[in-house]
């Protein structure tokens, strides 16, 4: 009878083992979740064209400092998301050389939204296009790879 026990036992806890790691597995795969386990990862900026004594100027509001026409950074391999909004008194339009995007032709108070999903390192100028191009900055695109600064066990984990 002891021996019965003994084998009902061990075979309990194989299955429960079993069903513990085809659970894990089931889950695993994306099969219950109610949202993606991975998030696509994004850089988000916000700017905005300023008319400040008839010279034009862009201004980071949001992801960006609030200096005047900023250099703006984003990573490869990441969706780069960058909103314009038109907080001027004329017409603007954010334009990127090298990258050939544009903005539609902003009307005050109007804001654009550009994504970009850069693939290679790189440095773009952008302007205001209208009707020539008036240089603002530059965006520029950079690969981010593990640091070297790391010592001991921290480097093994890279």
Request: hydrophobic content about 40%.
């Amino acid at each position: 009878m002891v021996f019965k026990d003994r084998k009902l036992i061990v075979v309990a806890i194989i299955a429960g083992v079993v069903g513990l790691a085809a659970m894990i597995g089931f889950i695993g795969q994306g099969n219950v979740r109610h949202v993606e386990i991975f998030w696509q990862e994004k850089v988000e900026q916000t700017v905005a064209f300023e008319d400040i004594d008839g010279k034009v100027q862009l201004v980071g509001i949001t992801g960006v400092t609030g200096e005047p026409n900023p250099h703006l950074i984003s990573r490869t391999s990441f969706a780069y998301i960058l909103t314009v909004v038109n907080n001027g008194d004329q017409h603007h339009r954010l334009y990127i050389e090298g990258l050939e995007l544009q903005t539609d032709l902003l009307e005050p108070g109007q804001q654009d939204v550009i994504t970009i999903y850069p693939s290679e390192e790189g440095v773009y100028k952008y302007f205001d296009k209208r009707e020539r191009l008036e240089e603002l900055g530059k965006i520029e695109i950079r690969t981010v790879v593990p640091s070297d600064e790391f010592t001991g066990f921290l480097r093994d984990m890279i």
